[in-house]
């Protein structure tokens, strides 16, 4: 008769400790890296030009117009990530943003459209305008770039044709709200803006419970999630950012009317490249054409619909920056591709493909949209501007190539 024993548990077996919390902030900056760096950076030149300008930088109203100055930056900056996520590039949206301005031109001031059926308009002029180039890019294979070059030319030469190469306005009040409006104040007088900060409680709220969410999540699934201190301290700032950035809006007039578009934008699109399935197929395609079309991908779908949902947000700048100006003219959106392009690099996007985030543009646009205004400040002439908005730019893309070179030792 034979007993059997149970064996001694391999030590190698039994559960590891968690880690320190140290390990765990080095994993999370090194896993994030360039979205972290482009934070530390932003918050570096918000204090440098704070002071520079002797506190002019964040002055209520300097931070209300900064918003309304970069919203259609910021727009472009957002499809422009999601294009180069894909592998590709877009050198057209600032043509299509004039021609865009110049069709709303017409349709508002010519033929007195109402405002809104011509908004709706032209968000369909520009799903036609990516539908058009992304058919060339995803189903007949030619380069984005020359698609995007070509469509350049056509769209300016369509803008100076429709405008006759003259101005027109004024756009109908409504619209102009789209770029220089705010929400109405509603409730009791108080020496604040009230919705803004109901809004404010509510984006609070979210960020909370998004935080709340995401480390009962790591707990389900035996992750190390951050230490109690150090997510309690994260929440902290959190919550304090927020709350102070609201106090400063709601101080002013509140929140301006792009800034409800552009967050409306980033969550949606944020949701949509973080959860969906589209979304997931748009970084593999970006990060490995070959092995995502092996796997299923429909790449030229994808291409297609990357391309017109650019269309769709370059159309919806094109009327947020032709309602700031109050006018349809043949010089909008020079350079604006190059604007978008910068933004989308410093924010995170890698040359390669298949890497960056939504929020990571916004960062990005951020960045160059506070260089700007707080060079504007301090009097810093434009030539001096724009070597210094290269530096960075130089400085984004050389620390993706480093940071690639360091990881693939």
């Known amino acids: 008769m034979t007993t059997t024993t149970t064996p001694p548990r391999d030590s190698a077996a039994a559960p590891s400790p968690s880690r320190s919390a140290r390990e765990l902030l080095l994993e999370s900056a090194r896993a994030n890296m360039r979205q972290y760096g482009m934070l530390v950076a932003l918050a570096f030149i918000v204090v440098l030009f704070q002071i520079w300008t002797d506190g002019t930088l964040l002055l209520p109203n300097n931070v209300s117009n900064l918003i309304q100055q970069n919203g259609y930056i910021l727009i472009l900056a957002i499809g422009m990530m999601i294009v180069i996520i ?65 469509g350049m030319l056509a769209f300016r030469g369509l803008t100076q044709i429709v405008l006759e190469g003259q101005s027109l306005a004024p756009f109908p009040d409504g619209f102009q709200n ?29 960020l909370l419970l998004r935080e709340w969410r995401g480390r009962k999540r790591q707990s389900a699934y035996d992750l190390d999630p951050l230490p109690t201190g150090l997510w309690v301290a994260k929440c902290v700032a959190l919550t304090a950012a927020v709350t102070a950035f609201t106090l400063t809006l709601a101080s002013f007039h509140g929140v301006p009317v792009v800034m409800l578009v552009m967050c409306g934008l980033l969550i949606l699109l944020g949701y949509v490249m973080r959860n969906a399935v589209v979304g997931r197929h748009v970084y593999a395609l970006g990060g490995n054409k070959a092995a995502a079309k092996l796997s299923g991908v429909k790449d030229q779908r994808v291409t297609f619909l990357v391309f017109v949902n650019m269309g769709v947000l370059a159309a919806l700048a094109g009327c947020v920056y032709a309602a700031r100006l109050n006018a349809g003219t043949p ?13 989308a690099f410093i924010g995170g996007a890698s040359m390669s493909g298949g890497v ?10 951020l960045v160059l949209g506070v260089l700007n205004n707080g060079m504007s400040l301090v009097g810093i002439g434009t030539d001096y501007q724009q070597v210094i908005k290269g530096l960075v730019l130089l400085a984004a893309v050389g620390f993706d190539v480093w940071n690639k070179r360091k990881i693939g030792r």
């Open 86 to 150: 894909a592998g590709h590039i877009d050198l057209s949206v600032g043509s299509l943003v004039a021609f865009v301005g110049a069709m709303a031109a017409v349709m508002m001031v010519k033929h007195d459209m109402p405002w809104v059926l011509a908004l709706v308009l032209c968000l369909l002029i520009g799903a036609v305008a990516g539908a058009w180039q992304g058919f060339f890019i995803a189903y007949l294979g030619i380069p984005s770039f020359i698609v995007t070059l070509a």
């Open 178 to 206: 789209l770029a220089k409006g705010f929400i109405p104040e509603m409730g009791p007088y108080t020496q604040y803006h009230n919705p803004t900060l109901v809004l404010g409680l509510a984006a609070v709220v979210l």
């Open 331 to 343: 010089q909008a959106g020079l350079n604006f591709e190059l604007e978008a392009i910068a933004a």
């Open 356 to 365: 960056g985030t939504v929020m990571g543009a916004v960062i990005g646009g």
